[in-house]
């Protein structure tokens, strides 16, 4: 009896088949992810690119700064929420070799110098406040490798969306410029009061530069109809950076177009022949002669007078914005020797360098320096040295990145977008010194991006075939960063409402006797988060004011101000008020010690010496007080120089008019000493004759009071003859 046997396909067969069905639902899943993640890096470029720059929130004093801090927070954190809640990317193929690169190392070391100088950092808000966007930025530069540019077409939705944030903003700043024209017409003065969106003509023009870079590349990347977006954009990006006449933007697009040039002839040339750029060339000289077209017109139709002084003043060093920035620069050389290797804490150099007398009195306004107007000098004061190798050194690795992709590249695509993000990069470490990109969100997501393309296309191209991949669960990591976002946007709500509330303060109810609205308004405003406003005054400050003005209880106003001191132990204004307090009170010896500080931080502040005066004379030295004054220019417009000016001269008149013998000059005297303002013109003139107010009183008096007796011709002749006569004596 033979055995039925069940035909069966063959194991091997079995086996393919299963094979590929795997490979298949393999495959199926990678489309399925990269089609996600290729969305998710759309929405990206959209919200940080496009939207964030754009972001305004009217009520802020700052409008553009906080709320685009808030975007970018959210940013952050919608996009590891998505991440986490995803459970196909728990589980992702990490490049571990990609994070253990010198530009991952050097950002990440960044963030950890940040974090440590919050420890040695006066201001514990504001370090803390740097900490949490330098987080934020770290977390975008490791989503943008990881999520983002390893995507098909990520290279061309960049470019696309710096071409569409490029040609709305300049639409922005078209309008704000007929305005302008409107109200001032053609010139300097409708130029001046451009600001796109970011707060500043200068940071709009460096942000103009960047799509300006990407629009050409535009140009040369998209394919017919395509170009004409592009085209527009940078038309419209050069004719306003021309306009605004951004110098440290000028200098930078010249510079970096140099070397642009110089890397062409001795590394592109070989491999991109110059007949090849012959397109291109016809295009940008296009672009540069209408923008160059418009700025003629607008200028030669304004001031010319006014636009010859500007361009005299801009190669001059003590002229113009460069005498006050070079000033900054130079008071911060003390601040980095203070700590050179971890700084004085990120985002303190506002509140060291008022310890190195550099607040000014302007129209009886106390000016207080919020930037050093050059990055360098910021990293370097705030973070040390680490922190400039760190944040500083990243972006010239970059830029060597740049240059040998450039080189060694054989994709010419490659070659010319590398191109454009070395002119790039070379642009910005041009103008952060003369500027401050870093403090700007909008600038941090833009470099940050550029140098995450730069590296990424420079690992790939160096990338060894041996390379070992891992396996890593990253539902953890999204968790943490979730966490940290959140913060970030509690603090970045906070700042906002503080900027809201302060607003009020300096534009609702600063002249107005409504203190307990000011005080609460303040108290609203004062959190973990935010402990002075935008000024750079302590909050606790204003809320200690508002409280003396109230008649509080003398103790509590002085708990306050010092809790203002523990934030801002060299603020002037906070010192001012102490000692006031104690003054009123006639307790000279603990005012003393205030006004010594005042004195001690800002020897030449006109307030502070003013208020030092004051206090000699009360305490009993006129003398040393009087020998202060007269330092001072007799021309000073200052209340408080007046008025200590007709109390000294007025007491010089009355001792002189004791021993006077003539009725008539006495009389005169009388007069001048209660119409007092003649008294300091009076002075005004001796100072310029170069003789003692004393004899100048006389001559004046003399003159006056006997020109019946005198010609006016003899009047120099006769004057000595007759002061002899009265037995003046000086």
């Known amino acids: 009896m033979s055995k039925k046997y069940k035909l069966t396909k063959p194991p091997v067969l079995n086996n393919i088949k299963t094979v590929n069905k795997e490979k298949n639902i393999k495959t199926n899943n990678i489309n399925e992810k990269s089609k996600f993640v290729f969305n998710i890096s759309h929405f990206f470029f959209l919200i940080s690119i496009v939207i964030i720059p754009n972001l305004y929130y009217k009520l802020a004093l700052d409008k553009h700064l906080e709320i685009r801090y808030l975007g970018l927070a959210l940013f952050v954190a919608l996009i590891a929420f998505v991440f986490l809640i995803n459970k196909k990317n728990n589980k992702s193929s990490i490049d571990v070799n990609l994070y253990k690169s010198p530009v991952v190392l050097l950002l990440t070391f960044y963030f950890l110098v940040v974090v440590v100088s919050y420890f040695v950092a006066i201001s514990k808000s504001e370090a803390l406040y740097e900490i949490l966007k330098t987080g934020l930025y770290l977390i975008l530069f490791i989503y943008l490798l990881q999520f983002i540019i390893p995507v098909e077409k990520s290279e061309e939705a960049l470019v696309s969306a710096f071409v569409v944030l490029g040609l709305i903003i300049s639409f922005i700043g078209i309008f704000q410029l007929s305005d302008a024209i409107k109200e001032h017409g053609f010139g300097l003065k409708a130029a001046y009061s451009v600001l796109g969106n970011f707060a500043h003509k200068n940071l709009f023009s460096q942000v103009l530069y960047i799509t300006f870079a990407f629009s050409l590349y535009g140009i040369y990347y998209f394919a017919d109809k395509r170009k004409l977006l592009p085209f527009i954009t940078a038309i419209l990006n050069v004719t306003i950076i021309l306009l605004l006449m951004t110098r440290s933007v000028w200098v930078a697009m010249f510079l970096s177009g140099i070397l642009v040039i110089l890397v062409y002839f001795f590394i592109l040339r070989k491999h991109i022949p110059f007949k090849k750029l012959k397109k291109p060339l016809i295009n940008l000289s296009v672009i540069f002669g209408l923008s160059f077209l418009v700025f003629l017109l607008f200028y030669v139709s304004g001031d010319k007078q006014e636009i010859k002084q500007h361009i005299a003043e801009t190669t001059q060093a003590n002229k113009g914005n460069a005498v006050h920035r070079i000033a900054l620069w130079k008071k911060s050389i003390p601040i980095v020797k203070s700590n050179p290797i971890i700084g004085v804490g990120a985002g303190n150099w506002k509140v060291e360098i008022l310890k190195y007398d550099v607040t000014k009195n302007q129209k009886q306004k106390m000016i207080v320096p919020r930037r050093t107007h050059n990055d360098y000098i910021?990293?370097?004061?705030?973070?040390?040295?680490?922190?400039?190798?760190?944040?500083?050194?990243?972006?010239?690795?970059?830029?060597?990145?740049?240059?040998?992709?450039?080189?060694?590249?054989?994709?010419?695509?490659?070659?010319?977008?590398?191109?454009?993000?070395?002119?790039?990069?070379?642009?910005?470490?041009?103008?952060?010194?003369?500027?401050?990109?870093?403090?700007?969100?909008?600038?941090?997501?833009?470099?940050?991006?550029?140098?995450?393309?730069?590296?990424?296309?420079?690992?790939?191209?160096?990338?060894?075939?041996?390379?070992?991949?891992?396996?890593?669960?990253?539902?953890?990591?999204?968790?943490?960063?979730?966490?940290?976002?959140?913060?970030?946007?509690?603090?970045?709500?906070?700042?906002?409402?503080?900027?809201?509330?302060?607003?009020?303060?300096?534009?609702?109810?600063?002249?107005?006797?409504?203190?307990?609205?000011?005080?609460?308004?303040?108290?609203?405003?004062?959190?973990?988060?935010?402990?002075?406003?935008?000024?750079?005054?302590?909050?606790?400050?204003?809320?200690?004011?508002?409280?003396?003005?109230?008649?509080?209880?003398?103790?509590?106003?002085?708990?306050?101000?010092?809790?203002?001191?523990?934030?801002?132990?060299?603020?002037?204004?906070?010192?001012?008020?102490?000692?006031?307090?104690?003054?009123?009170?006639?307790?000279?010896?603990?005012?003393?010690?205030?006004?010594?500080?005042?004195?001690?931080?800002?020897?030449?502040?006109?307030?502070?010496?003013?208020?030092?005066?004051?206090?000699?004379?009360?305490?009993?030295?006129?003398?040393?007080?009087?020998?202060?004054l007269q330092k001072y220019d007799p021309k000073t417009k200052n209340a408080t120089y007046k008025a200590l000016m007709i109390e000294f001269l007025g007491q010089r008149l009355v001792d002189e008019s004791k021993n006077l013998k003539s009725k008539r000059l006495l009389s005169y005297f009388s007069k001048t000493l209660e119409a007092k303002d003649p008294l300091i013109q009076i002075y005004i003139d001796a100072v310029s004759n170069n003789v003692s107010f004393e004899k100048q009183l006389y001559y004046q008096a003399i003159k006056e009071v006997l020109a019946d007796k005198i010609q006016e011709n003899d009047f120099n002749n006769e004057i000595d003859s007759i002061i002899k006569f009265y037995d003046i004596k000086f």
């Not at 922190?387 to 060694?408: V, Y």
């Not at 509080?552 to 008020?577: G, R, V």
């Not at 030449?604 to 009087?626: C, M, P, R, T």
């Open 378 to 628: 910021t990293v370097v004061s705030e973070t040390g040295f680490l922190g400039l190798i760190a944040f500083f050194g990243t972006i010239f690795l970059a830029l060597i990145q740049c240059f040998k992709l450039i080189r060694d590249s054989e994709n010419e695509n490659d070659k010319i977008f590398s191109l454009t993000l070395f002119f790039i990069i070379s642009g910005y470490l041009i103008y952060s010194f003369f500027d401050f990109p870093k403090e700007r969100i909008e600038t941090q997501i833009f470099i940050h991006t550029i140098i995450a393309f730069a590296f990424f296309k420079f690992y790939k191209l160096k990338k060894s075939e041996n390379t070992k991949i891992v396996t890593k669960k990253l539902k953890p990591v999204f968790a943490f960063i979730v966490i940290f976002a959140f913060i970030a946007t509690i603090s970045a709500i906070a700042r906002i409402k503080a900027e809201v509330n302060i607003n009020q303060v300096y534009g609702k109810y600063r002249n107005t006797n409504k203190f307990q609205k000011i005080y609460d308004l303040c108290d609203e405003a004062n959190s973990v988060f935010v402990k002075l406003t935008p000024f750079n005054i302590p909050i606790v400050s204003i809320q200690a004011k508002s409280m003396a003005l109230m008649k509080k209880d003398k103790q509590e106003i002085l708990a306050m101000y010092d809790l203002a001191l523990k934030e801002m132990p060299y603020h002037i204004s906070t010192l001012l008020d102490i000692y006031k307090i104690y003054m009123q009170d006639k307790e000279y010896d603990k005012a003393e010690v205030y006004i010594n500080k005042a004195i001690e931080y800002a020897p030449s502040n006109i307030l502070v010496q003013l208020e030092y005066i004051i206090f000699l004379k009360l305490k009993g030295d006129k003398e040393k007080a009087w020998e202060l």
